[in-house]
């Protein structure tokens, strides 16, 4: 287990998780973004630089879960 | 400069610790490589007509303009039901009309614009809309021409200016006289719920929002620009 902090807006948690937990998970995570108020489409930050999904999260992290921009529906 | 630490360990043993500091004589470019992400925060910069003051964030490239307003003018398809004028964003038929939304106190509206410095001349890098609750968590309202992150849709514009106050009157002139459609449509319910108006014998009066707690029928957003907004 490992512990995390996951920033949303001036909102954050912190957080008990598995080892090999990722931030695609925690994209994913019900738990995580009923509590912070987040929806699908987001963006993940550690120390201003953005993760990809399948990046392991490490012990003590903390993650800035931001909105990504959405592109323009087609009519 | 020098400083001793005595520190006492847990296991019961002693360490101490010397602390040495010293001035560096560092050169223009490194400071610039270490203050790169450092912005400055000035409030009440510039007044704009017809809206009130900009607060300024300024970073090494650009400049975030925070404008505090009262009310979104929205240029859009109405239908009155129920004896509420509310909007059809959708609708090729209903009747298009200019009619203004007062805020209420609680809703925080910011417009903000981004400039950027462009060699003579100064540049608009986007405009967004944000709603921000009593605890300055960040809202996307229910309205089309707005991205999820709250960037605006604003359709093309000149946005090339001498300075930065002629590149925010333009983009709130933009705003001003913008349609709104659905291009960014998610659903119009939320919409119908939060802009609401009595039609009266001359105008509209802004209705309340149809919730107990308006930020339920809006998105929280958090992005590194709303991040810089000055309320």
């Known amino acids: 287990m490992k512990k995390i902090t996951v920033e949303y807006g001036v909102d954050s948690i912190n957080k008990q998780v598995g080892s090999g937990f990722t931030i695609g998970d925690l994209q994913e995570d019900d738990a995580i973004k009923g509590a912070l108020g987040f929806g699908d489409n987001t963006k993940a930050l550690i120390n201003g630089i953005e993760q990809d999904r399948k990046t392991v999260i490490p012990d003590g992290a903390t993650v800035r879960i931001e909105t990504a921009a959405n592109t323009k529906a087609v009519a | 400069m020098e400083k001793i630490e005595i520190i006492i360990n847990d296991n019961g043993t002693i360490t101490e610790r010397t602390i040495k500091e010293r001035n560096l004589k560092a050169e223009g470019e490194v400071l610039d490589a270490l203050t790169a992400d450092v912005t400055r925060k000035n409030h009440n910069v510039m007044q704009i007509p017809g ?181």
């Open chain 2, 51 to 231: 809206w009130g003051m900009a607060h300024a964030n300024v970073g090494l490239t650009d400049t975030i303009w925070s404008i505090p307003i009262d009310r979104i003018p929205l240029k859009a398809r109405f239908r009155v039901i129920n004896s509420v004028l509310v909007p059809m964003f959708a609708s090729m038929t209903d009747l298009e009309m200019p009619v203004v939304w007062k805020a209420p106190k609680e809703v925080r509206l910011v417009f903000v614009v981004r400039t950027e410095r462009n060699d003579d001349c100064v540049v608009v890098g986007g405009n967004w809309l944000f709603a921000f609750n009593k605890d300055n968590n960040g809202y996307r309202l229910p309205l089309p021409n707005l991205h999820d992150e709250c960037s605006i849709c604003t359709g093309e514009f000149d946005g090339t200016y001498d300075s930065a106050q002629e590149c925010v009157i333009a983009s709130l002139e933009q705003f001003n006289k913008s349609k709104w459609n659905s291009d960014l449509m998610t659903t119009v319910e939320q919409s119908q719920k939060f802009f609401r108006f009595k039609p009266t014998n001359e105008t509209f009066d802004t209705l309340p929002i149809q919730a107990a707690d308006w930020t339920t029928l809006c998105e929280k957003v958090s992005t590194a620009t709303m991040d810089r907004v000055i309320l």
